[in-house]
């Protein structure tokens, strides 16, 4: 019987080990995840979450973005991108999570190309937020990259069902073109209605951080003083909460569980 395949998003070594520890399926290691939604990382963080959690046998993915802000790169941007695909492949990686766009908010097929070249023989997969900033369309179906997180448009998923229904049905009816992995917004306390809506129509993946942000433990804290994010990221952490991430798997199981039992009544009446 199938799953759905569960990928959280993190930043640090304390991160990947709550979200292992609550059964993610893969990890995407990001830098500043709480800021801006997320930076390439380290190699210094990769080497560390990987022996961190050498013995759950969790894949990871790494996300390729050179800053914040929008995706329409400069030249030089791109370089840095291919340079750092470069060297974590080095490193072992085999799958990498990026996204550019024109100026007019359409994928740059040329660019990402590109990307994706440098990645292979690993996967190249698009970050969700290139379409939720962009023009997220039909194009997508003909995209040659092998994973898409995709809100869907919308701010989450859950206010998007519609157009992910349609995406879901145009991608995945065939053997080829991109696996929706539908991301934001995903909590226990939404995955319910998303998988009553996409699990008929095919949906074998989702994407969620599981995170918020942390209490710091300085005592002293400077009046008038911070970090430049503000509020609580001034002087906290962003964390992955390892209990939303097992009541998320554990919810998604049982719903999976419930569609399997029905199709074979249906197919023992």
Same mark, same amino acid.
């Given at each position: 019987?199938?799953?759905?395949?569960?990928?959280?998003?993190?930043?640090?070594?304390? =991160?990947?080990?709550?979200?292992?520890?609550? !059964?993610?399926?893969?990890?995407?290691?990001?830098?500043?995840l709480?800021?801006?939604?997320?930076?390439?990382?380290?190699?210094?963080?990769?080497?560390?979450?990987?022996? /961190?959690?050498?013995?759950?046998?969790?894949?990871?993915?790494?996300?390729?973005?050179?800053?914040? !802000?929008?995706?329409?790169?400069?030249? =030089?941007?791109?370089?840095?991108?291919?340079?750092?695909?470069?060297?974590?492949?080095?490193?072992?990686?085999?799958?990498?999570?990026? !996204?550019?766009?024109t100026?007019?908010?359409?994928?740059?097929?040329?660019?990402?190309?590109s990307?994706?070249?440098?990645?292979?023989?690993?996967?190249?997969?698009?970050?969700y937020?290139?379409?939720?900033?962009?023009?997220?369309?039909?194009?997508? /179906?003909?995209?040659?990259?092998?994973s898409?997180?995709?809100?869907?448009?919308?701010?989450?998923v859950?206010?998007?069902?519609?157009?992910?229904?349609?995406?879901?049905?145009?991608?995945?009816?065939?053997?080829?073109g991109?696996?929706?992995?539908?991301? =934001?917004?995903?909590?226990?306390?939404?995955?319910?209605?998303?998988?009553?809506?996409?699990?008929?129509?095919?949906?074998?993946?989702?994407?969620?951080?599981?995170?918020?942000?942390?209490e710091?433990?300085?005592?002293?804290r400077?009046?008038?003083?911070g970090?430049?994010?503000?509020?609580?990221?001034?002087?906290?952490?962003?964390?992955?909460?390892?209990?939303?991430?097992?009541?998320?798997?554990?919810?998604?199981?049982?719903r999976?569980?419930?569609?399997? /039992?029905?199709?074979?009544?249906?197919?023992?009446?």
């Amino acid at each position: 019987m199938a799953h759905i395949l569960v990928e959280v998003c993190v930043d640090s070594v304390e =991160s990947a080990m709550n979200a292992v520890r609550g !059964g993610a399926h893969r990890l995407e290691l990001c830098g500043n995840l709480g800021l801006g939604g997320g930076t390439t990382p380290s190699l210094g963080l990769l080497k560390e979450v990987r022996k /961190a959690i050498e013995s759950f046998k969790v894949p990871l993915m790494v996300m390729i973005r050179p800053r914040t !802000g929008d995706f329409l790169y400069s030249e =030089s941007e791109m370089q840095v991108m291919l340079e750092d695909i470069r060297i974590f492949k080095e490193n072992g990686v085999v799958g990498f999570v990026f !996204g550019v766009l024109t100026g007019e908010g359409r994928v740059d097929v040329a660019r990402t190309q590109s990307l994706i070249n440098a990645s292979l023989p690993g996967q190249g997969c698009m970050e969700y937020r290139v379409y939720l900033l962009g023009r997220c369309s039909a194009h997508m /179906a003909a995209n040659p990259s092998e994973s898409s997180p995709c809100s869907g448009q919308g701010k989450s998923v859950s206010g998007s069902l519609e157009v992910l229904a349609s995406l879901l049905g145009t991608t995945q009816n065939g053997s080829s073109g991109p696996i929706i992995m539908p991301g =934001s917004g995903i909590s226990p306390d939404t995955i319910g209605h998303v998988l009553d809506i996409l699990l008929p129509l095919g949906l074998s993946e989702i994407h969620l951080s599981a995170g918020n942000w942390m209490e710091g433990g300085m005592s002293f804290r400077r009046e008038g003083m911070g970090m430049g994010v503000g509020g609580k990221g001034d002087w906290g952490s962003w964390k992955t909460n390892e209990r939303i991430v097992g009541e998320v798997i554990a919810l998604s199981n049982s719903r999976v569980l419930e569609v399997w /039992a029905l199709k074979t009544r249906l197919l023992m009446e």
